[in-house]
């Protein structure tokens, strides 16, 4: 089945800073990459996705590359301001299936 | 509002006891749904894919007869913790995917708490 690696665990960041957390996974058939962001007890909020006919796409200060090759997509975040600390999770998934999860990376935006 | 709806959203129970959770898609109707269990600090951990109308596909190290679960409609599945224990409090989620627009929505969740 689908293995998802998601690094860094934690990030701590300056404000205007730019964050990059990093996965990988390893079902080569998966062709959906969602990211997440998550507040504890709370469900996750779906902040941006890929699907593996797009190589990059990007939303205000949020991006999301994937290289399908190498098998591992990336989520930028430009110009971090506070209210960008959270959970972040990505995921992988083919068509019609479960999404798995990364462990999560606990980004702290300092101001 | 929500697309998909999940109940409780914290129940406490006593150990031995069983809790049902349901999760029910209000817009779309969901062939497949999924269980996921969260423990604080941790990640969502995929239990089961449920079946509408059949039997549920459960991960591996996810007891079947612990956790049942069915999907006996097109928008409703329900997770039943059976002889519940305290090492069985946790945060469940549920998510289902609405096949037209190929999109995944999540419930809102449900903390299980047993004492």
């Known amino acids: 089945g689908e293995n998802v690696e998601q690094h860094p665990s934690t990030l701590s960041v300056q404000e205007g800073d730019s964050a990059v957390i990093k996965c990988t996974y390893s079902?080569?058939?998966?062709?959906?990459f969602p990211w997440y962001k998550q507040e504890l007890g709370k469900r996750p909020q779906l902040i941006i996705d890929?699907?593996?006919?797009?190589g990059e796409k990007k939303d205000q200060r949020i991006a999301v590359t994937l290289n399908k090759t190498a098998k591992h997509f990336s989520l930028h975040i430009t110009e971090t301001q506070p209210e960008d600390s959270a959970v972040y999770f990505c995921?992988?998934?083919?068509?019609?299936?479960?999404?798995?999860f990364g462990k999560g990376t606990t980004l702290s935006v300092s101001s | 509002g929500a697309v998909v709806s999940q109940h409780p959203s914290r129940v406490i129970c006593k150990s031995g006891t069983s809790v049902k959770i349901e999760c029910r898609s209000l817009?779309?109707?969901?062939?497949?749904m999924f269980w996921y269990r969260q423990f604080p600090k941790k990640s969502l951990m995929l239990m089961a894919t449920?079946?509408?109308?059949?039997?549920?596909?459960?991960e591996q190290g996810v007891e079947k007869d612990k956790f049942l679960i069915n999907h006996a409609s097109l928008t409703l599945s329900t997770l039943t913790v059976t002889s519940a224990h305290p090492e069985d409090s946790s945060f469940y989620i549920c998510?289902?995917?609405?096949?037209?627009?190929?999109?995944?929505?999540f419930g809102e969740g449900s903390w299980l708490t047993v004492v």
């Open positions: 998510s289902a995917r609405d096949p037209a627009l190929d999109t995944i929505y």
């Open positions: 079902d080569s058939a998966s062709n959906y």
């Open positions: 890929i699907r593996s006919n797009v």
């Open positions: 995921a992988a998934s083919m068509r019609g299936t479960a999404l798995i």
């Open positions: 817009d779309f109707q969901a062939t497949t």
């Open positions: 449920s079946n509408e109308g059949s039997k549920a596909t459960y």
